[in-house]
């Protein structure tokens, strides 16, 4: 599956972004999908997971609570809503996605990643 992010911008501390990833071909309810961030000079991590049909969802405890994943499986879309976003949520944020079944927190759980969109929160 390829993926494409998109959503990224600049946004003052306490402001919402919302992201999207696209995704093509038409197997995208057989994926779990991903969000992970990657900040300058540091490792990509995990930011939230939703599994196949949307029922379950995990959160990085740094942004539970403010982010929410949410996919629409007839737009082969998964979002991730970016609510009173703080400086250290500046990033860039990429998609991915996993076979699953399970909801995965490791990068290597998931085998197709989109190009990234980068975040920046102002202070």
């Known amino acids: 599956v390829q993926l494409q992010a998109s959503g990224g911008g600049l946004v003052q501390a306490g402001g919402s972004l919302r992201l999207s990833c696209a995704a093509s071909?038409?197997?995208?309810?057989?994926?779990?999908m991903g969000w992970f961030r990657q900040a300058p000079g540091k490792e990509r991590e995990f930011v939230a997971g939703i599994s196949r049909f949307g029922t379950s969802t995990y959160y990085a405890d740094s942004v539970k609570g403010r982010f929410s994943i949410s996919r629409d499986n007839a737009k082969n879309t998964v979002y991730l809503q970016m609510n009173s976003l703080k400086p250290e949520d500046t990033a860039v944020y990429y998609c991915?996605?996993?076979?699953?079944?399970?909801?995965?927190?490791?990068?290597?759980?998931?085998?197709?990643w989109g190009q990234g969109t980068l975040v920046t929160v102002s202070s």
């Open positions: 991915a996605a996993g076979p699953g079944p399970l909801l995965q927190v490791g990068d290597y759980e998931y085998d197709s």
């Open positions: 071909g038409r197997t995208f309810g057989r994926y779990v």
